[in-house]
Structure formats: C-alpha cells, structure tokens
C-alpha cells in the first residue's frame, strides 16, 4: 500500500501558489481556478480538457460550471483533504492546456480569430 501524500501548511500552499501558480487561490481547503469563457461551448471544451487531464492522472477535482465559466477544486482525499504534490502538478498540466494560446507561440497555428467572437471560446486573462 502507499503512503499517505504529504499535505502542506497554508503558508506554503500560498507561497507555491504565489510562486508557481499565480493565477490559483488556497480557498475553503482547496486550490481553486476559475475559467471564463465564452459561452456554453467553451464551457464543455474546458471541462473536457480537465476531465482527460485529471483521468489520465487518476486524481479527480470537483468541478463546477454554466454558461460562461468552470470552476475547479483540487485536494487530495488520501491526504484527509489536504493539499498535496498531486494537486500542485494537476493544477500545473490544467493551467498548461486551458491556458494555451497557439498565437502566441508563432510555430504555424495561429489559435481562434480574435476578430471574430462567434469562434471565441475561453477569456484569457
């Protein structure tokens, strides 16, 4: 059987926050991110995309949603609900993916028109 993951202090939480993932709150027991999005498809494509990463890393974040926004919880359960490794790095590939901007990156894709709001479908901040 495994060990039980390390949960950290808030202190530390908030300092890795700070450091590494500024964007991410300590709330309520939990690192938090909110999306805003477009609309209703922008809202599924962010759920889908946190959905894979968090099968794929076999640990499961509570999330929320409607039409222009998803929120996300992580904890660790093994931890007694405490925050640990496994949600600083699934917060890390969450922000990676749902924060990616192709057009940014000028390697050939060029990432939905910005001119046109109807193929808009996450806020960037």
Sequence with gaps: MADTPHAYPPAEIEARLSRDL??????????????????????????????HLAEA????????????????????????????????ALAAKIEDVVGWQPGLEGQGLEGTPNANPRFAYIKYD
């Design 57 to 88: 890393a076999w640990h499961h974040p509570d999330i929320s949603a409607s039409w222009g926004w998803v929120e996300i919880r992580l904890s660790t359960h093994d931890a007694g609900g405490g925050i640990t490794d496994r949600d600083f």
């Design 22 to 51: 500024p964007r991410w709150r300590y709330q309520d027991g939990t690192l938090h991110r909110r999306y805003e999005t477009h609309g209703w498809k922008g809202t599924v494509l962010v759920i889908g995309a946190i959905g």
